[in-house]
C-alpha cells in the first residue's frame, strides 16, 4: 500500500537524481567551473 507521501518523496528523489546528474554533466562539459 503506497502512500501519498511516499509517491511525494520518491518523485523528489527522482527529480533530485535528475537535477545531479544534469550538474555533473555541465561540470564535466566545464571542468573549470563548477557552481553547486
Known amino acids: 500500500m503506497t502512500t501519498?507521501?511516499?509517491r511525494?518523496?520518491?518523485s523528489a528523489g527522482r527529480t533530485l537524481?535528475?537535477?545531479l546528474r544534469a550538474?555533473?554533466?555541465r561540470a564535466a562539459s566545464?571542468?573549470?567551473e563548477t557552481p553547486l
Open 4 to 6: 501519498p507521501i511516499y
Open 8 to 10: 511525494d518523496r520518491q
Open 17 to 19: 537524481a535528475a537535477r
Open 23 to 25: 550538474h555533473a554533466r
Open 30 to 32: 566545464h571542468p573549470m
